[in-house]
């Protein structure tokens, strides 16, 4: 079965169970916008959301449809279906502190449960919605599509509160940074300057599996940024991390 297919099977289930309509947000409508998914043979993660509650039920049903599908649900709410060789993530509709009032004080119109998970999420670059038949683009922020054309990660609301509720957003900042050449916003900036230290809060293993994926991407930008945001002291060096940083600092020496 191929990735066209799968989604029209998912959205044929939400209709006949009467749940909200499924889109696509995040990583493929994104990478679509920045040109890198041409067509669907490469897209091996997909995150779904029905904007609501009913992404959770959602994932159930579809696990249901394929048993030869693996089920799991996480501690953070959201759900996850692992079928031919694609990863399938539902959305726990996560919704920060007080987003509503963030919202109304910024002037955006006609909130609804969908726009409470979408301005919650930690870019505006990942706030696109396309519909499960990739014929349409959402930009419900208004500002997705327009920060990605300009090379800008940006928060949908105050960084503050962004970076704040979830510190891995800092490191997810610094891998997009490093992964697209974009520049960082002077809000966010601060926002990661000011919440670091947070970054000890999060599991070793995590916060070092993600420094090694950034040096991985590409260690000279990886590094300079990780650097700036002083993030290297707050952490056990991985081997690959600590081996990297000797032979630039011999590589100086020499110099």
Do not use: W
């Not at 957003?169 to 670091?196: P, Q, S, V």
């Amino acid at each position: 079965m191929k990735v066209d297919e799968l989604l029209s099977n998912i959205e044929s289930i939400a209709r006949s169970a009467k749940i909200s309509k499924p889109f696509l947000v995040g990583g493929v409508p994104r990478d679509r916008v920045i040109g890198k998914h041409e067509g669907m043979g490469d897209i091996k993660d997909l995150d779904i959301t029905t904007g609501d509650d009913s992404a959770k039920k959602l994932a159930v049903l579809v696990a249901k449809k394929f048993p030869e599908s693996d089920y799991r649900m996480y501690d953070d709410g959201h759900s996850s279906v692992n079928l031919m060789g694609l990863h399938l993530d539902f959305s726990s509709n996560f919704a920060a502190p007080n987003i509503k009032k963030e919202l109304i004080k910024a002037g955006v119109k006609d909130i609804d449960s969908m726009k409470l998970e979408l301005y919650s999420r930690d870019f505006t670059m990942n706030t696109l919605l396309e519909s499960l038949d990739f014929s349409t683009i959402y930009d419900i922020t208004g500002e997705g599509v327009g920060d990605i054309q300009a090379g800008i990660i940006k928060c949908p609301i105050d960084p503050q509160i962004t970076i704040g509720v979830d510190p891995r957003r800092i490191l997810r900042a610094i891998k997009f940074a490093t992964k697209y050449g974009f520049k960082l916003d002077t809000g966010l900036k601060n926002a990661m300057r000011d919440h670091r230290k947070k970054i000890q809060s999060l599991p070793v293993k995590f916060v070092q599996d993600k420094i090694s994926e950034i040096v991985r991407i590409d260690d000279d930008k990886g590094l300079e940024m990780l650097i700036e945001y002083k993030l290297l002291p707050l952490v056990p060096l991985t081997k690959t991390v600590s081996d990297i940083l000797i032979q630039r600092r011999q590589l100086v020496k020499a110099l």
